[in-house]
Every structure is written in structure tokens, then in C-alpha cells.
């Protein structure tokens, strides 16, 4: 009876080519109410549902009914904290709403490690989607969003370019830019660059993301394996052929999420700015993932630092920052999944936050006549780089296979 579901084209997104000849055709109406100054937000409705419904088709039609129950869920609880705080602003319904709107993405990131098998609420971009309807939550909470409709609500967390694979836009800032529909020369130069990022995008995935993760990467497993010895030439291997493909395959798929969102006059938020020239931990975190960075800095880091503050539960501000740095980036950890490498990882880059802010209170007192020149820059961009490289080895999981023979 619904054969016909099987005639159509089933794809991931920007997973192969056939993917963008369907999109760019779909959303070339777009672009060209755009370029006459008109925006058919009913058509926009219309492509983004169809991409979504072949997302989730086929095998993943569980993941599809996932998705629906879930942006109900969101949608419903925050029109109710955006109606409740008009009236009033008690803390407690603000924690409350925001733990509830956290909910579905804790049972999902939990259920393996208690149950052995992923949740059956999960979806693919559920993380993405949460970070935007809690942001939205606490963008109400502070005063920034003051009316909020179901529909402008449901357009934002479906945004289809980002929907699995970020960037993590804000509600305010996506809203205005929606909208508003760009001058004609402002539209054309969001396409300029839309091609780039595009092309550029198809660089970073297909090209030297691909040769890294399938070619170099497995070569270097299989030698380090067979080894067996931690400290080895191999492992180097496997560190460093992870780190690129784990840059060059993201940073492609933000590449073409950003592109595709200038194509639609969204000027979706950069994901990436060359990290790997950071010169120390903290530039290499405003740099990498910068829409997750920012969005924890922002609602984890500030905020813990603001209410720690108020209610003076540290003497000294260096201890504060510390503790908020590790809270972060161990939060950070535990988003990722709920394994001890994930976890390992943001506690590791978390004490790398408190040290470089030791470092560099240390130098400004006691090494004032220290060289900053090119030179002491290209080693502090060294040092950032292997120590980053190494926490990705740690990221990867591999070693979990190494060590315990489990697969990761």
C-alpha cells in the first residue's frame, strides 16, 4: 500500500551528491522570490518538511515519529514559559521549564549506559534542536524574547540547513534575520559566499575529510593494533589522521549548512575559524564549534559564574573561574555521550582552561620581559595543536578498543 515510499530518493544530509542536485533545484524558488525582495515562507514550509520526511523515512521512520512527539514537547513548553513570563519570572518555573526541556536529550545520552542500547526517543540533530529551544527558554527568561508564536517557534528549531548537523543558531538573532529580506545586492553577495562555503564545504568532506577518515585513518588502526605498544609511531598516526578527518568531515558538513542557509537569506552563524592557528586552549575554543562553545560560555559559564557571585560561594574570583571552567567543559564531556573518553575529554580541556589562566596570570606578574615575537607565536600555536590532537586521540575512542578491546 506504500510502495510508492520506495520510489523516492532516501538520502542523509549533505551525506552524497545526489543530495544537493535535489536541494539546490528545491530551493532555487527561494532564491529567486529572494532576489525580487520576496520571501515564500508557505514554500520554505513546504521543501524543509520534504527534506525532513526523506531524513526520516524507511528504516528511519521511528526517528521521524521521534522528531514530531518532540517538537510538539518543545513547542508546547515553551509557549507555556514565553505566556507564563509575561506575567511573572519565578526562578523555580524557569528551572523547571528549562530541566523539562533538557529532558528528552538526558534519556537519550543516558539510556545506553544504563540499558546497552540507544533510546527510542532519539533522532538524529536531537542535540542541535534542544540547544535551540532551551536557548530560547532562557533568551525569554532574560527579556530578550518577548513574543513568540507556535509557528515562528517551529520554523526556527526546523530550520532545515541545520537540522542535523548545527550550526546552533538563537532564536532572536534567527528571527530577525528571517524577518527581514535582504537588499538585492546584500542577497547576492550572501550567494557569493554561499558558493564558496559550498565548494569549499565539498573540499573539506569529500575530498581530504574522505582521504583522512577512510583511507589514512583506518591504515594507522590496523598498524596500531597490530603493535600494540601505546607510545608508538602508529598511534602518532592515529591521533593525527583522527584530528583532520574529525575537522575537515565537521567542518565541511557546517560548511554546507551555512552555504545552504545564505542560499535561503539566513545568515546562519560560522562554525569553524581555522583553530588549528590558536595559540593557546582558550582562542582554540573560540575558534572550534563555535556555536556550541558559545552557547556553553554563554548559559553554563557566565550564568554559574554570575549566581556563584551572587551568593558568594568563593572568596577568590581564580578559584571561581576554575570551578566554572571544569563544570563546562565537563558538562561539554558528558553531552557528547556517556562514556569515559567523552567525559576524560572536557575534564582534560577543562584543567587545560584553568592552567593557561595560571599561565597567564603567572607571566604577567613574574615574566613581564618574557619575547612575544613570531617565533614564541608559532610555539605556542605548536604546543596548542599536539595538545589538542592529543585529546582528540582521546575523543575518538579508540583507545577504549585498544585498551579493552571494545569497539567505540
Request: proline share 4%.
Amino acid at each position: 500500500m506504500l510502495d510508492w515510499l520506495s520510489t523516492l530518493p532516501s538520502f542523509s544530509a549533505y551525506g552524497t551528491p545526489v543530495y544537493f542536485i535535489y536541494l539546490i533545484l528545491a530551493i532555487l524558488p527561494l532564491g529567486i522570490g529572494l532576489y525580487f525582495g520576496k520571501r515564500f515562507s508557505w514554500y520554505e514550509a513546504l521543501i524543509s518538511f520534504i527534506f525532513i520526511f526523506l531524513m526520516f523515512d524507511g528504516q528511519n521512520v521511528p526517528q521521524g515519529i521521534s522528531l514530531i512527539c518532540y517538537v510538539i514537547f518543545e513547542t508546547l513548553l515553551v509557549m507555556f514559559y514565553c505566556r507564563y513570563r509575561q506575567q511573572n519570572n519565578s526562578s523555580l518555573v524557569f528551572y523547571f521549564t528549562a530541566f523539562l526541556s533538557v529532558l528528552p536529550l538526558a534519556i537519550v545520552k543516558l539510556t545506553p549506559a544504563m540499558v546497552g542500547h540507544n533510546s527510542l526517543l532519539g533522532f538524529l540533530g536531537i542535540s542541535y534542536l534542544t540547544f535551540r529551544a532551551v536557548g530560547t527558554i532562557i533568551e525569554t527568561r532574560d527579556g530578550m524574547v518577548k513574543e513568540l508564536s507556535p509557528w515562528h517557534f517551529i520554523r526556527f528549531l526546523l530550520f532545515m540547513p541545520t537540522i542535523t548537523s548545527g550550526p546552533i543558531d538563537r532564536y532572536r538573532r534567527f528571527s530577525k534575520d528571517y524577518e527581514k529580506v535582504p537588499e538585492r545586492d546584500d542577497y547576492l553577495a550572501l550567494v557569493n559566499k554561499g558558493i564558496f562555503y559550498l565548494f569549499l564545504g565539498f573540499l573539506y568532506k569529500f575530498v581530504i575529510g574522505y582521504f583522512f577518515g577512510q583511507q589514512i585513518y583506518p591504515y594507522f588502526q590496523h598498524l596500531a593494533l597490530g603493535e600494540h605498544n601505546v607510545f608508538s609511531w602508529q598511534m602518532l598516526g592515529v591521533m593525527y589522521s583522527y584530528g583532520f578527518y574529525l575537522f575537515f568531515d565537521f567542518a565541511g558538513y557546517s560548511l554546507f549548512a551555512v552555504a545552504i542557509s545564505y542560499f535561503m537569506g539566513v545568515k546562519s552563524p560560522m562554525n569553524f575559524d581555522q583553530p588549528f592557528k590558536s595559540k593557546n586552549i582558550k582562542e582554540f575554543w573560540n575558534r572550534w564549534h563555535i556555536s556550541l562553545s558559545f552557547w556553553f560560555r554563554d548559559y553554563i559559564f557566565m550564568r554559574f559564574v554570575f549566581l556563584a557571585t551572587k551568593k558568594r560561594w568563593f572568596k577568590n574570583r581564580n578559584t571561581l573561574s576554575s570551578v566554572a571552567y571544569m563544570l563546562n567543559m565537563v558538562l561539554m564531556g558528558f553531552w557528547h555521550g556517556i562514556t569515559w573518553y567523552y567525559i576524560l575529554y572536557g575534564f582534560i580541556h577543562g584543567l587545560a582552561l584553568v592552567v593557561n589562566d595560571w599561565w597567564l596570570r603567572y607571566k604577567r606578574k613574574h615574566l613581564k620581559n618574557m619575547p612575544h615575537n613570531k617565533w614564541t607565536e608559532a610555539v605556542a600555536i605548536f604546543v596548542t595543536f599536539n595538545f589538542v590532537m592529543f585529546t582528540f586521540l582521546i575523543f575518538s575512542g579508540f583507545l577504549n578498543t585498544f585498551f579493552f578491546g571494545q569497539p567505540h
